[in-house]
C-alpha cells in the first residue's frame, strides 16, 4: 500500500508519464555524478507546439488525448533505464543516463515522431524537440 501510494506520487495521472518532482528528484544525482565523476547524462525538454490550437479547435478531452497519445510513443522509443516526464501541460523532460551524443537521434526522433502524428495527413501537433544539455558536452 505504502509502495503504491508512493509509486502514485512519482507520475503523472494523465499521461502516466513520471511527474515533474520526481524527474528533477532523479535529475540531482545525475548531476552530482556528473560534477563528481564526470559521469555522462543527457536531458531532452520536448513541447508540443501549437498545442492551445489543439484545444481551442477540437475541445480539452481531444487534448488529453494527444498528450496521452505522444507519451505512449515517446515511452516505446526510451529505454528502461531512462526517465520520461511530464513537467507542464504540454512540456515533457527526458533524462538519459549515460547517454551522449544523442543529436542524431533527435533528429531520428523528430522525424518518427511527425510521421506518426499524421497518419490520415491531420496537421496536428509537431513537437519542439531540443537538446538542453548532454554533460559532458557542455
Ligand atoms: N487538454 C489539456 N490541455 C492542457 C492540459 N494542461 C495544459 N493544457 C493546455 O495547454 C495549453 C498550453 O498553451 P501554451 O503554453 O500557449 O502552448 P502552445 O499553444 O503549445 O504554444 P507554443 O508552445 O508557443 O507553441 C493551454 O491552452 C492549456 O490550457 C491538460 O492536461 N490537458
Not at 563528481?36 to 489543439?54: C, E, N, P, T, W
Not at 516526464?85 to 523528430?110: D, K, N, S, V
Request: glycine share 6%; proline share 4%; aromatic share 10%.
Amino acid at each position: 500500500m505504502e509502495q503504491e501510494l508512493q509509486h502514485l506520487s512519482t507520475i503523472d495521472e494523465l499521461t502516466g508519464a513520471d511527474n515533474r518532482r520526481h524527474v528533477l528528484a532523479e535529475f540531482e544525482p545525475h548531476l552530482a555524478n556528473y560534477i563528481r565523476y564526470g559521469s555522462a547524462f543527457s536531458l531532452i525538454s520536448m513541447d508540443i507546439d501549437h498545442f492551445k490550437a489543439v484545444n481551442d479547435s477540437y475541445g480539452h478531452l481531444v487534448g488529453d488525448d494527444v498528450l496521452k497519445r505522444f507519451s505512449e510513443i515517446v515511452s516505446e522509443r526510451i529505454r528502461r533505464t531512462d526517465i520520461f516526464a511530464r513537467t507542464g501541460g504540454e512540456e515533457f523532460l527526458i533524462l538519459m543516463p549515460h547517454t551522449t551524443r544523442q543529436f542524431q537521434m533527435l533528429i531520428f526522433w523528430q522525424r518518427d515522431l511527425e510521421k506518426r502524428w499524421r497518419p490520415s495527413g491531420s496537421k496536428l501537433p509537431i513537437t519542439n524537440i531540443s537538446r538542453l544539455l548532454s554533460a559532458p558536452e557542455l
